[in-house]
C-alpha cells in the first residue's frame, strides 16, 4: 500500500479502495451528499433503519451519523449502527447539527458522545456549544467565526480522544495536539444547502481508508473539499452552476494536483 504521507496519497488510496461508507444523514442532504461520495470516489450507502442500520455498520468500511432531522426510529438507528461500528472496530463521524437547539437533540447528542465518536465535525458554533462554550447561533446556521473555536476543538478532542474539525471560511482540526488550518472553498458554499453535511460523509470516506490515521485522513478530506470548492467558484455564476461544477470538481482532482494546491498550514 501506498505510504499515507499527503492529502493526494489520501486520495489515490481511497478512489483505488472506494471505501463503503455507510451515510446516517438528513432528509436535505442525502442527494448531494450521495453525489459528492461518488465524484470523489467512495461508496455511500444510505442505511439507516435500526432493523438494519447495526448489521451494515459492521462491514462498512465506516459510518457517519448527522442528526440534522431526527425523530425517534431515526436515533434508533443511528444509536445501533454506532454501537455496531464500534464493536467492529470501523471508525465513525458525528456531525452534531444545532446540537444546542433543543432538549430532545441535546440528548440524542449525549447518547451519541457517549458511544465514542472518533471524528466530530461541525461548524464553530457547534463545536463551542459542544465543549461548553457559549455561542451566539440560534439554528443550523454558525454564527461564530472559527478561530473563536478552535480551543474548545483542543479542548474537546483531549476530552473525548477524538479529532475535531471545524469548518467554515479556513477550517481547522485537531487531535489535541496535532492542529491544522485549511484555507480555500468559496463564499458560495454556504448558499448550497447541506454541503457541510457532504463534507462529514466524505471525511468518513477517507477516515474508512485501511490503516488511515484519522487526524491525517480528517485534513485531507477537507483539503479535497476547499480544493474543490476554489475551482468550482471559477467556473460558476451563481450558487446552481456551483452545485455542478463543485462535484465535477471533486472528481477531476487527482492526488498530484490536490497536494500541489494544498494549502494545510500547522496551527
Not at 505510504?3 to 481511497?14: A, H, I, R
Request: hydrophobic share 50%; proline share 4%.
Amino acid at each position: 500500500m501506498t505510504d499515507l504521507t499527503t492529502p493526494g496519497d489520501y486520495l489515490e488510496v481511497m478512489r483505488a479502495e472506494a471505501p463503503l461508507v455507510q451515510c446516517i444523514t438528513n432528509y436535505v442532504a442525502m442527494n448531494i451528499a450521495a453525489n459528492c461520495l461518488l465524484a470523489a470516489g467512495a461508496s455511500p450507502a444510505m442505511v439507516h433503519v435500526a432493523e438494519e442500520a447495526g448489521e451494515f455498520a459492521r462491514f462498512a468500511a465506516a459510518l457517519t451519523i448527522n442528526i440534522g432531522t431526527l425523530s425517534p426510529d431515526w436515533v434508533d438507528g443511528m444509536t445501533v449502527a454506532a454501537r455496531s461500528a464500534r464493536d467492529a472496530g470501523a471508525p465513525w463521524v458525528l456531525d452534531p447539527v444545532a446540537h444546542f437547539a433543543t432538549a430532545y437533540r441535546r440528548r440524542a447528542t449525549e447518547t451519541l458522545i457517549a458511544l465514542k465518536p472518533d471524528i466530530i465535525r461541525g461548524n464553530a458554533s457547534e463545536i463551542l456549544a459542544l465543549a461548553g462554550g457559549e455561542s451566539t447561533a440560534k439554528g443550523v446556521d454558525a454564527r461564530d467565526p472559527v478561530h473563536a473555536a478552535e480551543d474548545a476543538a483542543r479542548r474537546l478532542a483531549g476530552e473525548l480522544s477524538a479529532i475535531v474539525a471545524v469548518t467554515g471560511e479556513t477550517d481547522f482540526v485537531t487531535d489535541g495536539t496535532r492542529a491544522l488550518r485549511i484555507s480555500g472553498g468559496s463564499p458560495l458554499m454556504p448558499k448550497v444547502t447541506a454541503l457541510g453535511c457532504s463534507l462529514t460523509c466524505l471525511i468518513g470516506a477517507y477516515a474508512g481508508v485501511k490503516g488511515a490515521d484519522l487526524f491525517d485522513a480528517s485534513a485531507a478530506a477537507l483539503s479535497h473539499f476547499a480544493v474543490a470548492g476554489a475551482r468550482a467558484e471559477a467556473d460558476a455564476t451563481g450558487p446552481g452552476s456551483f452545485s455542478a461544477h463543485f462535484l465535477d470538481h471533486l472528481a477531476a482532482l487527482d492526488g498530484k494536483a490536490l497536494d500541489a494546491a494544498d494549502r494545510r498550514e500547522a496551527a
